[in-house]
């Protein structure tokens, strides 16, 4: 991490009124959650994230996905959020309009502070109706792992409330984070690969409105070509310097 990109990047937020922040599975990382392309751990590493997190996925074999996303809320809370979630949150005061937007779905930002971060790709501590009938709640700590439970209303399998491969977002939450992007003096990407849309849609949506792209990653990622400044460290040790008090 060169003291030059953290000054550049430091100066770029110290101008801006609103800032949005995009974060991957790299911001949780430190937290001990494995980011989506590291190797699956475990019990788990024979099986490909890409068909369990999908309605295919699902409805072939239930009760695996459901044991799968058990085992991942059980992880969830399990660990507690890193200094990189903890910055995020104590910085969002300091700006005119500080908004969040993040592709995980472990609720960690929630759980450091961050109020009303736009969940692009849903939370796995919420379980909701697989037929859409409206039933949405907070997961239970109790939830078992074994077959999937039946909705209380239309007796359909439940399933986390996260947006699985080959599922729309809500137009609703893409647009807001749409708009934040675009509107924003400056956007801070962590910790993401920049690999899956549209969520990776939005620094490009930034830099074409002229909004200087800050990343935070240890390694490169998609979206380098793209950022006015590329800090290579990891979340946990950048952003509590980006954010730091002069
Ligand atoms: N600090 C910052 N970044 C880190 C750290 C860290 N400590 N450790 C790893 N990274 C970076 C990796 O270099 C990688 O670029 O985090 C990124 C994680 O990339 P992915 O695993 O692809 O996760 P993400 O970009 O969030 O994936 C996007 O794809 O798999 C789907 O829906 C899933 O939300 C996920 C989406």
Known sequence: ????????????????KRVTALTGAGVSAESGIPTFRD?????????????????EGFRADPTLVWRWYAARRARV???????????????????????????????????????????????????????????VFESPEELPAGEPPRCPRCRAYLRPDVVWFGEMLDPAVLDRAERASAAADAMLVVGTSGLVYPAAGL???????????????????????????????????ALPRLFAAD
């Open 203 to 237: 620094p490009l949506a930034a830099r074409r409105n002229g909004v200087p792209v800050l990343i935070v990653n240890p390694d490169e990622s998609e979206l380098d070509p793209i950022a006015e400044v590329c800090i290579r460290a990891r979340a946990g040790e």
């Open 1 to 16: 991490m060169s003291a030059h990109d953290i000054a550049r990047a430091r100066q770029i937020l110290a101008s801006a």
């Open 39 to 55: 190797a699956q751990t475990g019990l788990w590493a024979q099986f490909d994230p890409m068909r369990l997190a999908s309605p």
């Open 77 to 135: 809370r399990a660990v507690e959020p890193n200094p990189a979630h903890r910055a995020l949150a104590a910085a969002a005061p300091r700006f005119e309009q500080f908004t969040l937007i993040t592709q995980n779905v472990d609720g960690l930002h929630a759980r450091a502070g961050s109020r009303d971060a736009i969940e692009l790709h849903g939370n796995i501590l919420r379980t909701k109706c697989f037929d859409e009938c409206g039933v």
